[in-house]
């Protein structure tokens, strides 16, 4: 399943503290932490933190770590660093 980065945010935002953003990005297992503990709030703050930082990731950063793929070029950077030339 593509995921949206719009809808991760929204969904971050809304229902963050009972995990749904967990859910939604396929990490199940801290959804279910995120579930577990809502009772004591804790994981709506981690919630806003998560929502801060989805909200401030570029789409191709989000695209790389979510859905696996993105630009090229980006991906050459963010994995082998800026000095990286591909060998003719």
């Known amino acids: 399943m593509v995921k949206d980065r719009t809808v991760a945010v ?11 953003h967990k859910f939604y990005l396929g990490n199940n ?5 995120y579930l577990l503990f809502s009772w004591t709030l804790i994981p709506s703050l981690f919630a806003f933190f998560d929502f801060i930082g989805l909200l401030l990731m ?4 989000f695209q790389l770590q979510y859905n696996g793929r993105g ?9 082998y660093g800026r000095n990286y030339r591909r060998r003719i």
Request: positive net charge; aromatic residues 14%.
């Open 10 to 20: 929204v969904v971050a935002f809304f229902i963050g503290g009972f995990g749904g």
């Open 29 to 33: 297992v801290a959804g279910v932490f």
């Open 58 to 61: 570029s789409e191709q950063a």
């Open 71 to 79: 630009d090229r070029r980006i991906e050459r950077t963010l994995r």
